[in-house]
């Protein structure tokens, strides 16, 4: 009774991958980035701002993890949007020598030495606080050496950065600059560092805990591109991934917009290689089985 399904599920998994990783262009001269994607597809992505045309990208982006390399007293500061009493935690690892500081208003939490290994770290605050700082100590590294990685900071056991009103990065000459709450702000600082003009790069963050991360992209975006008049756009997304996120962003920009897709290259899930790992059969599973999203948020938004 089980073989019947299990070979459909099968032919149908085997047949996908043409039908999800689509490459279909609108033909306008906006790209929106998809900011998730990992550090190969956003350099394709770059490639293809660059050579292809395009006026103006979009990167979106739900919230991040807070994750930062900081060298020799670079520091990131949160500032929060409600007063915080609670307990923190911050998972750091450094090399030898290195160190940091958690500070909660006026307050030093925490100064502490570091392993290579990637270690919790807890502090408590006793006096609502609104704001949060973690500074790298400042030893001695070749330039461009990070001296620690933050790997999370959390506040009652939850990710800082849903509670962060904005956040900033500082530097030991006193300079600050946006630190990257969400993906949208991440990819964009990436991108830029690609070589794409930053002021043609507009970052549109989908903050929250929206039920899905791809519909929360596309509702996000699809809010900008009324506000900034778009008729017509492409998505640059990785793989197979393709047809869902053309189908969320349609239904997040309604019938007027016309939108199309670019799949970008995903090594671990190509035509010819996704069924010989299971991060490829993975990948191809969760695309098929989600293929019905962009339906199902129709129906229910």
Request: glycine share 10%; hydrophobic share 45%; charged share 15%.
């Amino acid at each position: 009774m089980v073989a019947g399904p299990v070979v459909v599920l099968g032919a149908i998994v085997l047949e996908a991958f043409p039908y999800l990783a689509i490459t279909e262009p609108s033909g306008g001269k906006v790209l929106v980035v998809e900011g998730w994607m990992e550090p190969g597809a956003l350099k394709e992505a770059a490639k293809l701002a660059l050579d292809s045309g395009y006026t103006t990208v979009y990167t979106t982006g739900t919230i991040r993890p807070f994750a930062h390399y900081l060298g020799p007293a670079e520091g990131v500061t949160v500032e929060l949007q409600d007063p915080f009493r609670g307990e923190m935690a911050v998972h750091v690892s450094g090399t030898t020598g290195a160190g940091f500081l958690l500070i909660a208003g006026g307050d030093t939490l925490l100064n502490q030495l570091v392993t290579p290994v990637t270690l919790p770290y807890h502090g408590s605050v006793h006096q609502p606080v609104d704001r949060i700082r973690v500074v790298a100590w400042d030893i001695a590294l070749a330039e461009g050496t990070p001296a620690i990685f933050v790997r999370s900071l959390t506040i009652d056991g939850l990710n800082i950065n849903f509670f962060q009103q904005r956040s900033w990065f500082t530097y030991p000459d006193d300079a600050a600059e946006p630190a990257w709450p969400t993906f949208a702000q991440s990819a964009r600082s990436q991108l830029v560092d690609l070589g794409v003009p930053a002021e043609r790069i507009i970052a549109v963050p989908a903050y929250g805990m929206p039920r899905s991360r791809s519909w929360g992209n596309a509702h996000a975006f699809g809010t900008q591109a009324r506000q900034d008049g778009i008729t017509a756009f492409d998505v640059a997304t990785v793989g197979v991934h393709a047809r869902r996120s053309r189908d969320l962003f349609r239904t997040a920009c309604g019938p007027s917009v016309r939108v199309g897709v670019i799949a970008l290259t995903d090594p671990f899930c190509t035509r010819d290689n996704w069924w010989r790992s299971y991060r490829g059969w993975l990948t191809m599973l969760k695309e098929v089985v989600g293929a019905s999203e962009a339906q199902a948020v129709e129906f229910t938004r």
